[in-house]
């Protein structure tokens, strides 16, 4: 509705507009705040649409009208999640053209912006771990959040001097996604102080990754490399 | 309580004994059966013990006596997928004194094991994934089904000739047996005919395993992988 209200809008009349705008902006934010906090204290599985609205003090129907299913805030908190990520890569990536340094980066800034949810990650696993749930990273409904992760996969490779097959380079950044994953699932059972063993898996799978990339060079491996790349990347087809 | 019926039991009392044990076992397998059947029917979160009674024409009581909780019949289902993967591979393995080929050995008639389940490893892995689960692979409660999972891919590490160091040959089957669970993850997503893409994605990893393989003794990769190794063995610690 907001959307339409923008069609044959006269100049005098968009400063209103935007009020109206920044106004959505709030409620939507207050709404996913509010959801985050409930996901905290109740769990994933025991906070509804509608325990979010009583809280926010926003109407029901206002809440349903931003959000029409709790798939649907989920899907903006990935998003948010992952703009959240790009902000915090960004500036540090800047500084580096080591391709193993740029990946370092990007999980390490993504493992920091999910932090706050890990008190809820067993919950919020249940719900998206079946291949049916709107809720995987890999679903239909996951993906501009999906784009937005790989995106930053493709920027780590793209802004990196590096001497791999254009083959490999294509593939990878979904690999490297998928990798993380792989790390967020690693993340979630992760129990120590300060995420201390996800963080020294990730130093070490880095670390191997530096002296193994090289190889992948040699005619040798680059063959079944390139095949094992391309049917991990298509986990989704 | 049968198992306490053994205690001071005389020679002649043995016969009606083994019976009684024998009837035991027909009805747990009664249920296990009509349960599979359910939860492929159902799926597995609408399948409840008193629908397995009643399909089976066991009493709800003497279902609970075997089966006290849900939990404890899903026990039962892997520990039972365990022992019939281990009678698939162990003729197989008789036959190969190659690392990479018994690795391939074990996957295959792993996958093939599962496969009746796959209609319902949606609603399963929904139920496993938590790290707070019980039926979580790595829970406690999974510890009987885990190890004759790990030992299996112990014997094929046993029973193979290979050069590599021993620090390393000792994690790697605890390893082995986590790369099954991403293995049997990665085939709960597969939807291709004959689980087609799974298969491809385990040869192309067992040979660029065995191309890999001989680097790990390589000084530069030992220690950094042998960390990794150990890291990953550890997940359930």
Redesign the interface.
Same mark, same amino acid.
């Not at 003090?57 to 992952?82: C, D, I, M, R, W």
């Not at 340094?101 to 990007?106: A, C, F, T």
């Given at each position: 509705m907001f959307e339409n209200e923008g069609v044959g809008i006269e100049p005098e009349a968009a400063e209103p507009k935007r009020r109206a705008g920044a106004k959505a902006e709030r409620t939507r934010a207050l709404i996913r705040d509010t959801a985050l906090a409930s996901f905290r204290e109740r769990g994933y599985d025991d906070t509804t649409l509608r325990l979010i609205a009583q809280e926010a003090g926003v109407s029901l129907g206002n809440a349903y009208y931003y959000f029409p299913t709790k798939n649907h805030l989920v899907q903006e908190l990935y998003a948010e999640v992952q703009r959240e990520h790009r902000a915090a890569a960004t500036e540090l990536l800047a500084g580096s053209d080591e391709l193993v340094d740029r990946l370092g980066i990007v999980y390490r800034t993504g493992l920091a912006t999910l932090e706050p949810f890990h008190a809820f990650a067993? !919950?919020f696993?249940? $719900?998206a771990? /079946?291949? =049916? /749930?709107p809720l995987n990273p890999?679903a239909e409904d996951s993906a501009e959040a999906r784009e937005l992760a790989v995106g930053l996969f493709r920027d780590a490779v793209a802004g990196a001097r590096h001497s791999l097959p254009d083959d490999l380079a294509r593939s990878l950044p979904e690999v490297f996604w998928l990798a993380y994953l792989?790390l967020a699932l690693?993340w $979630?059972?992760d129990r120590s102080p300060g995420r201390e063993?996800t963080l =020294?898996?990730l130093d !070490? !799978?880095l =670390? *191997?990754l530096g002296? $193994?990339l090289p190889?992948a060079r040699l005619p *040798?491996?680059r063959r079944? %490399?390139r095949? %094992?790349v391309e049917? +991990?990347a $298509? +986990?989704r087809a």
């Amino acid at each position: 509705m907001f959307e339409n209200e923008g069609v044959g809008i006269e100049p005098e009349a968009a400063e209103p507009k935007r009020r109206a705008g920044a106004k959505a902006e709030r409620t939507r934010a207050l709404i996913r705040d509010t959801a985050l906090a409930s996901f905290r204290e109740r769990g994933y599985d025991d906070t509804t649409l509608r325990l979010i609205a009583q809280e926010a003090g926003v109407s029901l129907g206002n809440a349903y009208y931003y959000f029409p299913t709790k798939n649907h805030l989920v899907q903006e908190l990935y998003a948010e999640v992952q703009r959240e990520h790009r902000a915090a890569a960004t500036e540090l990536l800047a500084g580096s053209d080591e391709l193993v340094d740029r990946l370092g980066i990007v999980y390490r800034t993504g493992l920091a912006t999910l932090e706050p949810f890990h008190a809820f990650a067993p !919950g919020f696993l249940t $719900a998206a771990i /079946s291949p =049916r /749930s709107p809720l995987n990273p890999l679903a239909e409904d996951s993906a501009e959040a999906r784009e937005l992760a790989v995106g930053l996969f493709r920027d780590a490779v793209a802004g990196a001097r590096h001497s791999l097959p254009d083959d490999l380079a294509r593939s990878l950044p979904e690999v490297f996604w998928l990798a993380y994953l792989l790390l967020a699932l690693f993340w $979630a059972y992760d129990r120590s102080p300060g995420r201390e063993r996800t963080l =020294r898996l990730l130093d !070490g !799978g880095l =670390r *191997l990754l530096g002296l $193994a990339l090289p190889l992948a060079r040699l005619p *040798l491996l680059r063959r079944p %490399l390139r095949e %094992l790349v391309e049917l +991990v990347a $298509a +986990v989704r087809a």
